[in-house]
């Protein structure tokens, strides 16, 4: 099992461009969640889903986007990237509700620029 | 509204001396809670969750509903505890994070 993969590792977009950052997983797991993680301010929830075809907004969606055509992937599309968006994203899975174990991506550092 | 605060960004101590993290939770509900461990330039992974009752790694962490808590503790802190540590409270659909604390072990 590879668990939770993200691709890629490292991003360096000026401000207006577009991309999507990749996330899949190999558990079966129903939950996927994308978090950002700002150094002094720990994760904060952008989006999440509960199933192929469902997600909601987390904490802070503004800029991105997200869908779930399939239970393994969960891409995060970030349009028209600001300076602002330069973070440390993180995917992650559970097999069902908030109450159980979070398995969490190795991350993708992005800058904009 | 789920709420949880760790109150100290960065904590130092000596490698054998005990380790206290402080997080403390708001929920109108039964809690579930979580401590999450990231060494350097590794991903987030669970280190306990209070259900288990489990000691990992040395580490324990009691709930206690009447000051709402749930810190987690070490008799002995080893130079190799020295992570970001995130105290989190699960939901129906999502996890809610603190902010963090920073373990530094001094050799």
């Known amino acids: 099992n590879a668990g939770v993969t993200q691709t890629p590792k490292f991003r360096i977009l000026k401000i207006g461009q577009s991309m999507t950052l990749q996330c899949t997983q190999d558990m079966n797991h129903n939950y996927m969640y994308w978090y950002r993680q700002d150094p002094g301010m720990g994760l904060k929830l952008i989006y999440y889903?509960?199933?192929?075809?469902?997600?909601d907004k987390g904490e802070v969606p503004n800029g991105y986007n997200v869908s779930r055509s399939t239970t393994e992937d969960f891409p995060l599309r970030l349009e028209l990237a600001a300076p602002s968006q330069t973070s440390v994203y993180f995917c992650?899975?559970?097999?069902?509700?908030?109450?159980?174990?979070?398995?969490f991506g190795p991350g993708t550092r992005l800058t904009v620029t | 509204a789920q709420r949880v605060t760790q109150p100290e960004k960065l904590l130092s101590v000596f490698k054998g001396a005990p380790v206290e993290l402080k997080c403390n939770y708001s929920?109108?509900?039964?809690?579930?809670l979580f401590w999450y461990v990231q060494y350097s330039r590794q991903r987030l992974q669970l280190l306990l969750r209070h259900i288990s009752r489990e000691s990992i790694k040395g580490f324990t962490a009691d709930l206690n509903k009447g000051e709402t808590s749930f810190h987690l503790k070490k008799p002995f802190a080893q130079e190799e505890d020295s992570a970001m540590y995130y105290c989190a409270l699960g939901g129906y659909q999502k996890v809610t994070f603190g902010t963090g604390t920073k373990l530094q072990v001094i050799p």
């Open positions: 929920y109108s509900g039964s809690p579930e």
């Open positions: 889903s509960v199933g192929a075809g469902i997600t």
């Open positions: 992650a899975s559970s097999y069902t509700t908030g109450f159980y174990e979070q398995y």
